[in-house]
């Protein structure tokens, strides 16, 4: 049903020449749709049966949380005439450009997880965990900016400027499998000569992430940052201002803020806080959430009237290895705030994993049965009747797996996993996120950091830890502390099928089977 092309990127019209024909096609008698994760892919499915042609951006196995398109994903959106993304966050940014970059003014886009809320999906707020006892410190975009002219492609630029301190100050990623990324490097200057390129960072509006902060000696350290707002690749970024922020490392935070030149700051040394560019209001500042309580709890507070403690029980030594290396040798003492989510997390408010909840994910075919029908009238009944089917099959599905579940004894419902992605299933169905890989993501994982983790599962007395099928290549920490205690390692899906779980249903079924006969005490069998 794609009409005729127009505005369509010369990248991706030559590789129609040059590559086997992807699935989407530029005139076709079935509606075309692309959807960005297999999931999404399978309810459209399900729900515009023959009717539509529908593929998904990230492949099966893939993660869509740092998967990065090819030229084919992009001619595919060019002929789409549906776009379901799931967004809040889920998708790497790049997936969310492609989409909306190539996508035509004509199609129709509709991002799952806000829209679903309308159908009754139910929404999880992401609440900071506050168990380690020093502050997390991330950076925020804050607020749409729409006024500016900022769409979700758009991209917040926050490049450090300036940096005052007895040492260096070094803000970074530690990956999910122990690799880095740096942002800012206070070591080698800053070089205004080039845009900041090397200290700069970007973010989606209204999003955040961790970050890991090291400073390489005791004292008072100050880095002011500036903030430019990205609202696409041909217009001359938007300036938002800049902020100096006051560090007080090993030293007393009280002391080192007379030092800094502030009058009675807010210390932050617990909880989680940010720091923040309000896209819309054109400044900087923070967003503190000393208790954990989510949204609801957080203080705004200007860049001038807080004070980001390092206290010296954050002294470390520099781990071994090349990801380390740019903070010194190996053996050496650093100050560290370690990053709250171990790998890189940009993320919103709420937890995007809504389909891991069969009832989010019912909600979620409700409203592609709906934008099916208004894209292609014609064939309403159609939809409407594939989609009845489908949702008793979700709803008789939902009552089968919750009675799978409701037979785990209520002391074992503990899951210990390597992906921060059940908590929609935990509610849903009475179970417990119990922890992840590990409790400390600022360093590779350590014979200590192994030992907590053990002492996790010893105390809960966890049978078995789960790993999910396409992670199991990149991690082995969780497996490793499981053979050692000789528990089993399971399987449960999250993000993406695999060659031998290909279905919403299957996989939603091969979870609770899973859960169910490795977290049973003398239930046996293989999940």
């Not at 998904?56 to 993304?85: G, I, K, M, Q």
């Not at 799952?112 to 009754?120: F, M």
């Not at 979700?152 to 990324?181: D, H």
């Amino acid at each position: 049903m794609a009409g005729a092309l127009t505005g369509v990127s010369a990248l991706a019209l030559a590789l129609a020449g040059c590559a086997a024909p992807p699935a989407l096609a530029a005139q076709a008698d079935r509606l075309q749709v692309v959807t960005t994760t297999g999931i999404l892919r399978d309810l459209v499915h399900n729900v515009g049966g023959d009717l539509v042609d529908v593929v998904s951006l990230v492949p099966d196995r893939a993660d869509p949380h740092a998967y990065e398109p090819t030229l084919r994903d992009a001619r595919n959106v060019v002929y789409a005439d549906v776009a379901f993304s799931n967004y809040a966050m889920l998708e790497e940014q790049s997936v969310i450009k492609t989409l909306d970059a190539n996508l035509r003014d004509d199609a129709v886009s509709v991002s799952l997880a806000e829209e679903a809320v309308k159908y009754a999906a139910e929404i999880i707020p992401l609440v900071e965990d506050v168990s380690l006892d020093t502050v997390w410190l991330g950076v925020r975009a804050q607020g749409r900016g729409e006024q500016r002219g900022a769409t979700r492609t758009s991209e917040v630029q926050l490049s450090a400027v300036a940096a005052r301190g007895p040492g260096a100050v070094v803000a970074y990623l530690t990956g999910s499998f122990g690799n880095t990324e740096r942002y800012i490097d206070s070591a080698d200057g800053f070089d205004a000569a080039d845009g900041y390129r090397d200290d700069t960072m970007t973010l989606p509006a209204d999003a955040h992430t961790h970050l890991s902060w090291a400073f390489t000696e005791p004292g008072v350290y100050t880095l002011t940052l500036r903030a430019r707002l990205q609202v696409d690749d041909t217009s001359r970024p938007i300036d938002l201002g800049e902020a100096t922020y006051a560090f007080a490392v090993g030293v007393d935070p009280h002391e080192a803020a007379v030092e800094a030149g502030l009058v009675d700051p807010v210390v932050l040394d617990r909880g989680h806080a940010d720091l923040t560019v309000d896209v819309d209001a054109g400044t900087l500042g923070f967003r503190y959430d000393p208790s954990g309580g989510g949204e609801h709890a957080q203080q705004t507070l200007p860049a001038d009237g807080a004070i980001v403690e390092v206290p010296a029980k954050t002294r470390s030594e520099i781990p071994a290895g090349e990801d380390f290396r740019f903070l010194g040798r190996a053996g050496q003492p650093v100050y560290q705030l370690a990053q709250a989510v171990l790998g890189k997390h940009v993320h919103g408010e709420i937890d995007p994993h809504l389909w891991q909840d069969v009832r989010n994910a019912m909600a979620y075919v409700q409203l592609i049965r709906d934008i099916l029908i208004s894209a292609d009238p014609a064939h309403a009944r159609d939809y409407a009747e594939n989609a009845r089917r489908y949702l008793a099959e979700l709803d008789a599905l939902d009552a089968e797996v919750r009675a799978t579940y409701a037979g785990i004894p209520p002391g074992d419902r503990h899951l210990v996993t390597t992906h921060d992605a059940f908590g929609y299933l935990a509610h849903a169905y009475g179970l417990e996120v119990a922890g992840f890989v590990t409790p400390n993501p600022a360093v590779d994982p350590s014979l200590a950091d192994r030992r907590r983790l053990a002492d996790t599962i010893r105390t809960l007395h966890v049978p078995a830890v789960f790993l999910e099928p396409n992670l199991a290549a990149r991690s082995s920490t969780l497996t490793d502390v499981a053979d050692d205690l000789g528990i089993r390692v399971c399987p449960i899906y999250g993000d993406a099928f695999t060659d031998t779980v290909t279905t919403y249903v299957q996989l939603v079924r091969a979870n609770a089977a899973s859960v169910r006969s490795c977290l049973t005490p003398n239930e046996g069998g293989t999940p």
